[in-house]
């Protein structure tokens, strides 16, 4: 089953189920990304509250997809980091987490607003001279 | 509840791993031991993380996969968990290298053995190619 992306005026939210699978991951990627690539969105908030851990792999999956968004003109938030989580990324090394982080999906969005306000719209607009 | 004796029998669990799934059970029954005997939550979850990282290994760099070995025993003021990860893949040529950060022969981040050395409190490996790889670690509740 794909993992559903909602869109909320112009942020895609998806919340990250506990046994995401390889194929799970690449479909989620291929969704967000031409939603954005199509105008519909600028950004991308990834919920993992319900995640069971964050493994390297997990960590690998986040970071590349954050970046994929980015280069697409994008920009990626993560949100909903458990404590027990965030806690464990410390202990495990740092860097392994490489995107902007909000508390929780409402943070998210705000952080994509003012990111994307903060840079003046989206990266593949022509400026208004 | 009845008070639990001091020193009772090893608590223990195997998970045979040889997809992502397994790699979901171990890390939930990692999860549930520790706080069977009576782990906090982010210790719990640190276990449950190593878990994730050697079963994951399994799956990855092993044709066959492999088995992850879950021991809790308890005393009367500490318990300890004993984690071995053990499977007869390819074994690791150059273990220094592979526990180096951001070292992966497969283009992953290669944190995964450098950060559960650092999250346990205990780590052994030992590998042999064309042999396999084990490795022992100790987790324990102060
Ligand atoms: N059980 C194993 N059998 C054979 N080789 C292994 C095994 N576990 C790890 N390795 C080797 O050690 C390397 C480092 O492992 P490590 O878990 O640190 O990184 P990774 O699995 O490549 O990436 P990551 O864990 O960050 O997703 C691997 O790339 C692999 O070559
Ligand atoms: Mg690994």
């Known amino acids: 089953m794909r993992v559903p992306i909602l869109r909320l005026g112009r942020v895609l939210l998806?919340?990250?189920?506990?046994?995401?699978?390889?194929?799970?991951?690449?479909?989620?990627?291929?969704?967000?990304?031409?939603?954005?690539?199509?105008?519909?969105?600028?950004?991308?908030?990834?919920?993992?509250?319900a995640a069971d851990v964050v493994d390297s792999y997990m960590a690998r999956i986040l970071s590349e997809?954050?970046?994929?968004?980015?280069?697409?003109?994008?920009?990626?938030?993560?949100?909903?980091?458990?404590?027990?989580?965030?806690?464990?990324?410390?202990?495990m090394g740092r860097g392994m987490i490489d995107m902007e982080t909000a508390f929780d999906l409402e943070g998210g969005v705000a952080k994509v607003a003012r990111l994307v306000a903060s840079r003046g719209g989206r990266h593949d607009e022509v400026p208004i001279a | 509840m009845s008070r639990e004796p001091d020193v009772v029998q090893p608590d223990a669990v195997t998970v045979t791993v040889t997809t992502e799934i397994d790699v979901a059970e171990a890390r939930q029954e990692a999860r549930r031991l520790a706080l069977r005997h009576g782990f906090g939550t982010v210790r719990a979850h640190g276990l449950a993380t190593a878990?994730?990282?050697?079963?994951?290994?399994?799956?990855?760099?092993?044709?066959?996969?492999?088995?992850?070995?879950?021991?809790?025993?308890?005393?009367?003021?500490?318990?300890?968990?004993?984690?071995?990860?053990?499977?007869?893949?390819?074994?690791?040529?150059?273990?220094?290298?592979?526990?180096?950060?951001?070292?992966?022969?497969?283009?992953?981040?290669?944190?995964?053995?450098?950060?559960?050395?650092?999250?346990?409190?205990?780590?052994?490996?030992?590998?042999?190619?064309?042999?396999?790889?084990?490795?022992?670690?100790?987790?324990?509740?102060?």
């Open chain 2, 51 to 142: 878990v994730s990282e050697l079963a994951m290994n399994l799956v990855l760099h092993t044709a066959r996969g492999g088995q992850i070995r879950l021991t809790a025993q308890d005393a009367a003021e500490a318990a300890v968990i004993e984690l071995v990860a053990e499977d007869d893949g390819p074994g690791i040529p150059d273990l220094a290298r592979a526990m180096e950060d951001g070292f992966s022969t497969r283009g992953g981040l290669g944190c995964g053995l450098a950060g559960t050395r650092r999250l346990v409190d205990t780590f052994a490996i030992t590998s042999r190619v064309g042999e396999g790889t084990r490795i022992v670690c100790l987790v324990r509740r102060p």
């Open chain 1, 65 to 91: 997809t954050a970046k994929m968004v980015t280069i697409m003109g994008g920009v990626a938030v993560l949100a909903g980091m458990q404590p027990a989580v965030a806690l464990t990324l410390v202990e």
């Open chain 1, 14 to 49: 998806t919340s990250l189920p506990a046994d995401l699978t390889d194929q799970q991951v690449m479909d989620l990627q291929i969704d967000a990304l031409a939603l954005i690539q199509a105008g519909k969105a600028d950004g991308l908030v990834i919920d993992i509250t």
